[in-house]
């Protein structure tokens, strides 16, 4: 037996249609586009649904904006003119405060004015006799040689020392800068003809003067130890100031050596020194008032204590004096 298939062969038709032409045409305007599956009209709808909530919530932001934008704008600015009224009120008040203050410090009077009282005849006797008796006693002293007459050796040797180099590294106290020959001239004549009482012309400025009173302040304090104090009397705490500084440079002194239980006070107002000198003599201590050239003059009460120097200026002296202060 042979192998040949079992199968019968089948015949070929005679007009082959080939595979494209069997297959439908689908392409055609008879056909139609199937409908989209359900899960994707949901998805949209959801998307819409979300995208007009979103432009809703846009809409009511972009109005609140607006709204606050024109809330911010309106009180700001209101609020911005009242506070700018409050502050030109509060600065025209300061202003007008201001001015009425200069006036009422203009018409303070700083300095007071003295008092001038008419002296009855009685006063002006018993000044009289009491000048006379000054004047008599002056002549008496001088022949006597007054109350240095027996330190008269002691004073002339110290004036002509003081003359000599300067020593700045001496004792607080003593005397640190070089006396011309006039000022120990004036000075010798202030001890021993004067009694240490009397007015000296000045040097022409406060720190020749303090140089002066360095010298007597040297001197005293050999003499009487720590039983006198100095009481220096200027009108104004300028003048004061150049006192204190320039005795402080001749005298090598401190601060602490300026002051009411010190060596030196200085006084502005005569009342308060003469007050200061009766209490010194009530304690047996001897006070030294040195008047500054500025003042118009000397007080009477002060004539009483044993020892005062005044400075009297000259003219031009006391034309730069005007300028100055």
Do not use: H
Not at 14 to 30: H, K, Y
Not at 73 to 90: E, P, T, W
Not at 91 to 99: H, M, N, T
Not at 228 to 251: H, I, K, M, N, Y
Request: glycine residues 8%; contains cysteine; negative net charge.
């Amino acid at each position: 037996m042979s192998d040949a298939p079992l199968t019968p062969a089948v015949p070929e038709p005679d007009n082959p249609v080939s595979a494209e032409t069997a297959m439908p045409d689908v392409t055609g305007s008879d056909a139609t586009v199937p409908e989209p599956p359900a899960w994707q009209e949901l998805a949209l709808q959801e998307l819409r649904q979300r995208r007009g909530e979103l432009e809703r919530e846009i809409a009511e932001l972009e109005a609140r904006r607006e709204a606050i934008t024109k809330e911010i704008a309106s009180s700001y600015a209101g609020q911005a003119d009242a506070v700018a009224r409050r502050l030109k009120g509060f600065q025209d008040y300061l202003v007008g405060a201001l001015q009425d203050l200069a006036v009422a410090a203009e018409q303070i009077e700083l300095v007071p004015q003295p008092v001038l009282v008419q002296p009855s005849p009685i006063d002006a006797a018993a000044r009289e006799q009491a000048a006379a008796a000054a004047a008599e006693a002056m002549p008496a002293a001088a022949a006597t040689g007054g109350p240095f007459s027996g330190d008269a050796e002691l004073i002339r040797s110290r004036l002509a020392a003081f003359q000599g180099q300067p020593d700045f590294y001496a004792e607080p106290w003593s005397l640190r800068r070089t006396l011309e020959a006039p000022g120990a001239a004036a000075l010798e004549s202030w001890f021993l003809e004067q009694g240490g009482r009397g007015a000296q012309p000045s040097g022409g400025s406060r720190s020749r003067n303090g140089l002066l009173t360095a010298a007597v302040i040297a001197i005293l304090g050999e003499l009487y130890g720590e039983r006198f104090q100095t009481l220096v009397l200027a009108s104004q705490p300028e003048r004061l100031g150049e006192w204190r500084r320039s005795l402080q440079d001749c005298l090598g002194l401190s601060r602490e050596d300026f002051g009411p239980s010190s060596g030196i006070v200085l006084f502005e107002r005569p009342e308060a020194l003469i007050e200061r000198a009766d209490r010194l003599e009530e304690r047996g201590e001897l006070p030294f008032i040195v008047i500054d050239a500025a003042e118009p003059g000397v007080e009477i009460p002060i004539l009483q204590f044993p020892l005062w120097l005044a400075f009297a200026p000259a003219p031009e002296e006391l034309m730069r004096e005007e300028e100055v202060y």
